[in-house]
């Protein structure tokens, strides 16, 4: 299994290689972002061609979970990019190094080897489940239970896309927050479904072993605390209080900030 892993690290960096070039032409690394969904889809993908003599059902069960969730959500933060153009994020992340003349070695230092490292990391549950379950049984009830964990995560990510970008695309809600949907139950329903999607990845990987589930554990609950605690929800949230005020703070007093929950009377 090391040297799977190992083709798949090399694979990965490869692709990074070649998407940070592209990034230093447009003078642009925000298309990054497209990259950690379907470079983990890629992952699956790579990991599952490796399985000898053949992959079994477990195998097969977890690339499509895995490639699902990160083509889908590739392509719709590709097409966000390519409207909204550059994301000012990195903007200020690379501004300095701009100005002095560094951008393509921060560029890759800052930005690309970061993200292929903790890309690596959170796709490694399905990356060891998948290259674990050449076994042709049938899959596991574990694993079943994982597949419609993450469906209920599917769920709540693709449709609170859906709704987010129907919403941005009315001209008539400019100024306003969107509360009905699923974003009546919680502040973040792309980001709830993100973290269920990948913890019934882990749970369906599972199917393979506990022993290698317990190892590839840091993957989904690093997830969990970039989405709540750090580069996801929190940060949002800290962009919406400056740009909304009361009205966003009145929809944080009723509406559960993670899991999806019934919206308090005030």
């Not at 292929?116 to 290259?131: K, N, Y």
Request: aromatic residues 14%; contains cysteine; proline residues 5%.
């Amino acid at each position: 299994m090391l040297e799977a892993l190992a083709i798949n690290a090399a694979v990965l960096i490869a692709a990074v290689l070649a998407l940070w070039a592209i990034s230093v032409r447009l003078g642009d690394v925000s298309f990054i972002d497209a990259f950690w969904g379907s470079g983990m889809g890629l992952m699956a993908l790579v990991s599952w061609s490796q399985v000898r003599p053949m992959p079994g059902a477990l195998a097969s069960l977890i690339m499509l979970m895995t490639a699902a969730w990160g083509f889908r959500l590739g392509i719709y933060l590709l097409r966000r990019w390519r409207r909204e153009g550059e994301d000012q994020r990195y903007v200020r992340i690379l501004r300095k190094d701009r100005e002095a003349g560094r951008f393509a070695w921060a560029a890759l230092t800052k930005i690309w080897l970061g993200q292929a490292f903790l890309l690596f990391l959170v796709s490694s549950p399905a990356q060891v489940g998948i290259l674990a379950s050449g076994d042709p049984a049938p899959v596991p009830p574990i694993a079943l239970i994982g597949l419609a964990i993450f469906l209920v995560g599917i769920f709540f990510e693709w449709v609170g896309d859906w709704q987010l970008a129907k919403f941005k695309g009315n001209s008539a809600n400019e100024g306003k927050i969107l509360h009905t949907g699923l974003w009546r139950y919680t502040r973040h329903p792309n980001y709830f479904g993100d973290c269920a999607a990948w913890w019934g990845i882990w749970l369906a990987a599972a199917g393979a072993g506990w022993t290698y589930a317990l190892l590839t554990l840091p993957g989904p609950l690093f997830l969990t605390f970039t989405l709540t605690k750090w580069s996801g929800a929190a940060l949002l949230e800290a962009g919406m209080k400056k740009k909304r005020g009361d009205k966003y703070a009145d929809y944080i007093a009723r509406t559960s900030s993670f899991i999806p929950w019934p919206p308090k009377l005030l």
